[in-house]
C-alpha cells in the first residue's frame, strides 16, 4: 500500500504501507538551524519494512534523534540513541510517517496543493507527558537543501507532575535547517 495515499486496505493485518514516492528519501541526514549561539540539529533515518506486532503490519517509517543548544549551552541531546537498536519506532524520540498536505494543520499558507509534508512525534525524555509533534517541508533553494520544520503541542498531553514545565526544552516554534554535507 502506498504511503500517503488515501486506501482502504491501508494498515491492515498483513498489509506493507511503503513510501513508494520516496518521500521520506529527501529528509534523511543532518540537518541544521543556526542563530547566534543557539542551534538545533536534527538527524533522520528511514527504517524500511518496520513490522508494527500490534497490528500485524509493515510500514516505512523516519526515525531521529536531535540536539538543541540555547546561548551556548546544550539543553538537550539524544543524538547517540540513533546508533542504539530500539525496542519500537516509539522509543526514538523523532518518529513517524504520517504525509500531509498543505491545508492538513498545521495549515501551510505558501504550499502548493499537492505539496507533501511529513508529520511526526517529537519527544522530550525529561517531558514524557507532553504531546508534540514536529512537521516538516523540505524544499531545495538554489541547491541549497532546506527543511522547515514546525514544532508545536499536538493534543492533550498527560498529567504532569506538580509544577512541571508545560512546553519541550525545544522552543515551539518554526526552524529552517540547512542539510550537513
Do not use: H
Not at 509493515?58 to 546508533?83: A, H, P, S, V, W
Not at 508534540?132 to 522547515?148: D, P, S
Request: charged share 25%; aromatic share 12%; glycine share 8%.
Amino acid at each position: 500500500m502506498p504511503l500517503g495515499e488515501p486506501n482502504a486496505l491501508a494498515f491492515k493485518s498483513g498489509t506493507y504501507n511503503k513510501d513508494v514516492d520516496n518521500d521520506f528519501g529527501k529528509y534523511v541526514g543532518t540537518w541544521k538551524f543556526q542563530q547566534g549561539t543557539t542551534s538545533l540539529i536534527i538527524v533522520l533515518k528511514t527504517k524500511l519494512n518496520y513490522y508494527y506486532s500490534t497490528k500485524n503490519y509493515y510500514k516505512d517509517i523516519l526515525i531521529g534523534e536531535y540536539r538543541y543548544i540555547e546561548n551556548g549551552t546544550e539543553k538537550i541531546n539524544t543524538l547517540n540513541q540513533l546508533g542504539q537498536a530500539q525496542a519500537t519506532a516509539g522509543d526514538y524520540n523523532i518518529s513517524g510517517s504520517l504525509i500531509i498536505y498543505g491545508t492538513t494543520y498545521p495549515k501551510c499558507d505558501d504550499c502548493g496543493l499537492d505539496e507533501r509534508r511529513i508529520k511526526l512525534a517529537i519527544k522530550d525524555p525529561e517531558r514524557t507527558y507532553l504531546i508534540n509533534a514536529i512537521v516538516l517541508r523540505y524544499k531545495n533553494e538554489n541547491g541549497t537543501e532546506k527543511i522547515i520544520a514546525k514544532i508545536f503541542k499536538n493534543g492533550t498531553s498527560f498529567m504532569p507532575p506538580d509544577n512541571a514545565p508545560d512546553e519541550m526544552r525545544v522552543p515551539y516554534g518554526e526552524y529552517v535547517l540547512i542539510k550537513q554535507p
